[in-house]
């Protein structure tokens, strides 16, 4: 089973208007958290924002902000005011455990083109 | 201003030479990565290390090699045992004690 699932291939946003980017995860460990990375044509991979399993608010940093939602295991991206620069693949990535590195599992990514 | 370098950013290669990918790191990370990316897909984890002289397998280790002599190097070998080597990879590091993980640039290798 895919552990990180990201349906959307990709998507259109209005420039200034709010876009939500779905996540879901799969796991069975009980301390986990969760990624968004954005990674612009250049190739970088660019840190968003990360929800840990245990926190008990919803992550937000600037115009990023993270609706996690654990019943359902789900962690989405929202992003507002969206602006031409924010035209890139983002991926939700998710880490396990507490051990074993830290390691990452990335989803296959969303495709998020913004129109002027 | 510190960061992650990665060289060169584009490497060509004929099928059957091993080739080493450089990455370099100044922020005084414990711990580095290697993922590689194929064309629209996500990122796989090939080999990561936590400290010098110590590192383990990702899922997708065969065909691949590390070495960590140095914290701020983390260099990996292409082998010609990789069955598929033309791709984009990117290193990456982690702090001791945080979660996030920076990333380099990424170097793409094609391999003919």
């Known amino acids: 089973a895919q552990k990180i699932t990201q349906t959307q291939p990709g998507m259109f946003v209005q420039e200034k208007e709010a876009v939500t980017l779905d996540c879901t995860y799969d796991t069975s460990d009980p301390s986990y958290g969760l990624f968004w990375y954005k990674q612009p044509s250049s190739g970088e991979m660019i840190f968003l924002i990360y929800?840990?399993?245990?926190?008990?608010q919803n992550a937000t940093e600037g115009r990023y902000s993270l609706n996690f939602q654990k019943a359902r295991k789900s962690a989405n991206l929202v992003i507002s005011a969206s602006q031409l620069g924010d035209s890139a693949m983002y991926f939700c990535?998710?880490?396990?455990?507490?051990?074993?590195?830290?390691?990452?599992?990335f989803g296959g990514g969303t495709r998020v083109l913004v129109k002027p | 201003d510190g960061g992650i370098t990665q060289s060169p950013k584009y490497l060509f290669r004929k099928e059957g030479q091993n080739v080493t990918l450089s990455c370099e790191q100044n922020?005084?990370?414990?711990?580095m990565y290697w993922y590689r990316q194929d064309p629209g897909q996500g990122l796989r984890l090939i080999y990561y290390s936590q400290i010098v002289n110590d590192f383990q397998k990702g899922d997708i280790a065969e065909g691949y090699s590390v070495s960590r002599e140095k914290k701020e190097s983390f260099p990996l070998t292409v082998t010609s045992a990789q069955k598929n080597p033309t791709a984009f990879y990117l290193c990456?590091?982690?702090?001791?004690?945080?979660?996030?993980?920076?990333f380099g640039p990424g170097t793409r290798l094609t391999v003919t």
């Open positions: 990535a998710m880490r396990e455990g507490d051990t074993a590195g830290n390691k990452l599992t």
């Open positions: 990456a590091s982690r702090r001791w004690g945080s979660y996030e993980q920076y």
């Open positions: 929800q840990g399993s245990y926190d008990q």
């Open positions: 922020l005084n990370h414990d711990a």
